[in-house]
């Protein structure tokens, strides 16, 4: 009697287990909705790409044959200090070492959602975890870019404190922000929330605030046969590792 009375779960365990079931239907559903609706962008813009009149150089539909991935990490640099100048009125620096003169063929469009959200992450973080210094005593971010036959990978390293012990295991949860409060768009319907921040575009989404940036990013990166992997020293920083496979290499990629 007693022994069945240990086995029956408390409610609360119950609510924390179906509370947890119910997250992963939750992330389950918004990797696949997010990243068939990728799949079908891509598959659009090629086949529009293709049949356009005027060719870019360089480029076979949606394919860049010659991308420069520390051109691309430049211009999304750029942009996210652009955001912090706008937001905190000061903005980080950035370094990029590694293999920089890396050039192969690869699809920029989701490096066009992955490197804004990360680099604006680390910003962030960066910024608010050195309050009151002047852009000169801002840690810069380091960005390090590897590539090898079977895959190329940038790592994002910032000084902005790390991801709280207690936060660990929820950064990777869809709508999890701890920016939610400041955000005037915060009120808005989850679905619209979820649109406006996978809509591409320079002009596009808030410095943070909708708990998507890391989330889709990972879908998107697991989605091209990748991974996104985030590494926190607490007190210290965080270290953000996206890992890709080569369109051109002897790694399968991806199906869209
Ligand atoms: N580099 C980082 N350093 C510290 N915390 C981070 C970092 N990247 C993400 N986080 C934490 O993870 C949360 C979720 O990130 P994200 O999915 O991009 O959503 P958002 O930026 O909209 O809050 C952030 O609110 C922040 O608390
Ligand atoms: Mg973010």
Redesign the pocket.
């Known amino acids: 009697m007693e022994r069945r009375e240990e086995n029956r779960k408390s409610d609360e365990e119950l609510l924390f287990m179906a509370y947890h079931h119910s997250q992963d239907l939750v992330r389950v559903f918004l990797d696949r909705t997010l990243t068939s609706r990728l799949g079908i962008r891509m598959l659009a813009m090629h086949h529009l790409a293709l049949r356009d009149e005027k060719r870019v150089q360089d480029h076979i539909g949606i394919i860049n044959t010659a991308m420069r991935p520390q051109s691309l990490i430049v211009k999304w640099c750029e942009f996210v200090q652009r955001m912090c100048q706008h937001k905190y009125t000061k903005k980080p620096t950035f370094k990029i070492v590694g293999n920089v003169n890396a050039v192969f063929p690869y699809i920029p469009i989701p490096l066009d959602y992955i490197l804004p959200?990360l680099l604006?992450?680390?910003a962030?973080?960066t910024i608010e975890n050195n309050p009151g210094s002047c852009d000169e005593d801002i840690p810069p971010i380091l960005i390090t870019l590897a590539n090898n036959n079977l895959d190329f990978i940038i790592r994002i390293s910032?000084l902005?404190?790390?991801?709280p012990h207690e936060?660990q295991d929820k950064?990777m949860m869809y709508n999890?922000?701890?920016?939610h409060d400041e955000d005037p768009d915060a009120d808005k319907p989850l679905f619209q929330t979820m649109m406006d921040s996978v809509n591409p575009g320079m002009t596009r989404g808030p410095m943070?605030?909708?708990?998507?940036?890391?989330?889709t990013s990972r879908a998107y990166a697991e989605y091209l046969g990748g991974s996104l992997s985030v590494v926190s020293m607490q007190g210290h920083g965080?270290d953000?590792y996206l890992r890709l496979g080569h369109i051109n290499g002897k790694l399968a990629t991806f199906r869209i």
């Not at 902005?160 to 991801?163: D, E, K, T």
């Not at 999890?176 to 920016?179: E, I, K, M, V």
């Open positions: 959200e604006k992450n680390a962030r973080a910032d902005g404190g790390g991801i936060l950064v999890f922000s701890t920016a943070h605030g909708f708990g998507f940036g890391l989330p965080t953000v």
